[in-house]
């Protein structure tokens, strides 16, 4: 088992920056990539951004410029710089590792930590 643990979430002003972290930990092989979902009261989850293994990063359209995703192979953990927030920001935010084994893959989540932007 993989557990994902993450930090940062909190409550922020309209035009500032928080910092997400999540570190995985457990039955980790080998970490495919690395990623943030979000989820909005009354919205489906939706991806934000996505880091693969020695890859480029991929945002949603409504992030890009303002988020910016990184990792920390060696400590396992993913971060999202949010700057520039924005009041449709507020959301709580989930993310997840794709691990894979040897014989199969799987995506493990974190508990998620909430985002709320105020105008």
């Known amino acids: 088992q993989v557990q994902l643990v993450e930090s940062g979430g909190g409550l922020v002003q309209s035009g500032g920056s928080l910092r997400l972290s999540c570190a995985a930990s457990g039955s980790i092989f080998s970490v495919n990539a690395m990623g943030w979902y979000r989820q909005a009261p009354g919205k489906e989850r939706a991806l934000v951004a996505h880091i693969p293994t020695g890859g480029t990063p991929t945002y949603a359209d409504s992030v890009k410029g303002r988020f910016t995703i990184s990792r920390d192979n060696a400590k396992n953990t993913v971060y999202l710089q949010m700057n520039k927030l924005k009041p449709e920001d507020t959301a709580v935010y989930y993310c997840?590792?794709?691990?894979?084994?040897?014989?199969?893959?799987?995506?493990?989540w974190g508990q998620g930590t909430q985002v709320t932007v105020s105008s």
């Open positions: 997840y590792t794709l691990m894979a084994y040897s014989d199969y893959s799987t995506t493990y």
